[in-house]
């Protein structure tokens, strides 16, 4: 069996130096303004980065009042995340299945551009929502096509090596997000290649 895990953080290792001006961290950036829109109108003192990347995502939600916090499979984007953050923001080396952090920790969770690459999604947002206080939010951006291309897609990372695992339809989404103990689930699209989803924890 596949190893998608090992495969991400190997090539997230290498790409590490060079992601800002990758395709994906082209791809990552339309996302994160979408996401800093969402937030804007909630108010939060605490929040954990899930696929942190190399910080650009912390760096637009940074505020002196918010205690910023990230996890990265990859130990060469997290070095690269601390050269952006500096010592103030509480970066880790972890998985996205196994969050290093205690119950109710924070007052909002996002992940943007990485969802794809998780083995077993329903254990990720149930980590998720087990960091989350009570009333507090998740946002999930993520690579998005239509079906039936996303099916295709999805046939095609048999193929890869950069540790992808599988595109979501929104209905996927949802459910996978009630699952774990979310409601008030809403959706947006950012283009034709992405979607933005958030919910609230119980």
């Not at 206080?133 to 999805?154: C, E, M, S, T, Y």
């Not at 090596?161 to 595109?167: I, M």
Request: aromatic share 10%.
């Amino acid at each position: 069996m596949r190893d998608r895990k090992t495969e991400s953080r190997v090539f997230f290792d290498e790409l590490s130096p060079k992601y800002d001006h990758h395709f994906y961290g082209r791809h990552g950036r339309a996302q994160y303004r979408r996401v800093v829109a969402i937030v804007g109108a909630w108010s939060y003192s605490s929040v954990l980065d899930v696929g942190c990347g190399v910080g650009t995502m912390l760096k637009m939600l940074e505020l002196p009042t918010v205690k910023l916090a990230g996890v990265d499979i990859s130990g060469g984007m997290i070095d690269q995340a601390k050269k952006r953050l500096g010592e103030e923001a509480d970066l880790r080396v972890g998985d996205s299945e196994n969050l290093p952090w205690d119950a109710r920790r924070f007052d909002l969770v996002v992940c943007t551009d990485s969802f794809h690459h998780y083995p077993n999604p329903g254990k990720a947002l149930s980590e998720m929502r087990r960091v989350l206080k009570p009333g507090g939010h998740v946002v999930i951006a993520d690579v998005w096509v239509p079906f039936p291309l996303r099916q295709l897609g999805n046939w095609m990372t048999k193929f890869g090596r950069e540790g992808d695992v599988r595109v979501y339809a929104e209905s996927e989404l949802k459910k996978l997000s009630q699952d774990a103990g979310f409601i008030e689930f809403k959706r947006s699209f950012v283009s034709f290649s992405a979607i933005v989803v958030q919910a609230q924890a119980k």
